[in-house]
């Protein structure tokens, strides 16, 4: 039951990540920032795009994806049809990992150390659904500041 809710809950979080990204009016506004706003919506999407093909595709998934965390943040100007593409495939390939679960995998302990001492699948998961929707709030609220 959970994992079909997690599942859910992701599919939900990176469509509404896909939308906001089609919403900007300016293609070129998805790159901006200004001020106190460090993060342009490019840069959070691909950070949660890298984030999650990391923790669910590689780890649970067991893809071959290679993480560039750093580029996450320093890539510029990536054509929006991309970004909605990296999307596409993220719904994809989280999708697959968790169909590949059962409910008892969620206590297990996850195969790498993520924050100062280990933790179970399921807490994991927990924490990259409430990371993804953080992030959407703040691709959220820029669109709604920068694309005027």
């Known amino acids: 039951m959970l994992i079909e809710t997690l599942q859910s809950l992701f599919t939900r979080d990176l469509k509404k990540l896909r939308a906001e990204i089609e919403l900007y009016k300016k293609e070129e506004n998805i790159w901006k920032t200004e001020e106190s706003i460090t993060n342009s919506a490019g840069n959070l999407c691909l950070h949660l795009v890298g984030n999650l093909n990391t923790y669910i595709g590689k780890e649970i ?35 697959a990992a968790l169909d590949n679960m059962n409910e008892s995998d969620l ?15 399921g807490y994991l998961l927990m924490h990259l659904a409430t990371h993804l929707t953080y992030h959407l709030g703040q691709v959220n609220y820029h669109r709604r500041l920068i694309d005027k």
Not at 67 to 92: V, Y
């Open 61 to 95: 998934g067991k893809t071959a994806y290679i993480r560039a965390r750093d580029l996450e943040f320093s890539l510029k100007n990536i054509p929006r049809a991309e970004l909605l593409n990296k999307i596409d495939n993220t719904i994809s390939v989280v999708s």
């Open 107 to 121: 206590a297990v302990e996850y195969p790498i150390l993520v924050f100062e001492e280990k933790t179970s699948a």
